[in-house]
């Protein structure tokens, strides 16, 4: 089980990941769930493995997900194949900032790959125990991060 302590550097890195990315985080609420499904229409995972593993699931909206892109790449986005690569990127730069970080307080890590999940619904085994969950609300909508405890 990843020590709750632990969870803060999940939350820092991805803070400052979104925010190298341009973003504006105005607000964040931590919860608790233990839903085994994808929960957006958009649902970027990834992870680490090591000394600690954790699987990763951002999710947003297809609205969301388009905004963010076109954020990124500066133009507009309308194709959701070629947002949703974009924001996979965002996924392998979070594990790499998460990565860094745990090496820094000496804990070896390394990241997982970045995978696109483009349904609600979706069960993955990997997110059968209990996640911390992360909403953060942006210029782009809402940007949710669940983290596996295990």
Same mark, same amino acid.
């Given at each position: ?7 803060? !550097?999940?939350?820092? +890195?991805?803070?400052?990941?979104? @925010?190298?990315?341009? %973003?504006? =985080? /105005?607000?964040?609420?931590?919860t608790?769930?233990?839903?085994p ?19 990763? !699931?951002?999710?947003? +909206?297809?609205?969301?997900?388009? @905004?963010?892109?076109? %954020?990124? =790449? /500066?133009?507009?986005v ?19 900032a ?8 000496g ?5 997982t ?11 993955l ?26």
């Amino acid at each position: 089980m990843i020590q709750l302590e632990l969870i803060n !550097v999940f939350i820092s +890195s991805t803070a400052l990941v979104l @925010k190298n990315y341009g %973003l504006t =985080l /105005r607000k964040e609420r931590l919860t608790v769930d233990e839903i085994p499904k994808t929960t957006h229409e958009i649902n970027v995972v990834f992870g680490i493995s090591g000394a600690v593993s954790s699987t990763i !699931v951002m999710g947003l +909206s297809i609205r969301g997900t388009k @905004k963010l892109a076109t %954020l990124i =790449l /500066r133009g507009p986005v309308y194709d959701l194949a070629i947002a949703g690569n974009t924001v996979s990127m965002i996924g392998t730069d979070i594990a790499t900032a998460i990565v860094s970080n745990m090496q820094k307080i000496g804990i070896d890590v390394c990241p997982t790959p970045t995978t696109v999940v483009d349904s609600m619904g979706v069960v993955l085994s990997t997110l059968a125990s209990k996640k911390v969950a992360i909403n953060f609300d942006t210029e782009v909508g809402q940007i949710d991060l669940r983290i596996t405890l295990e």
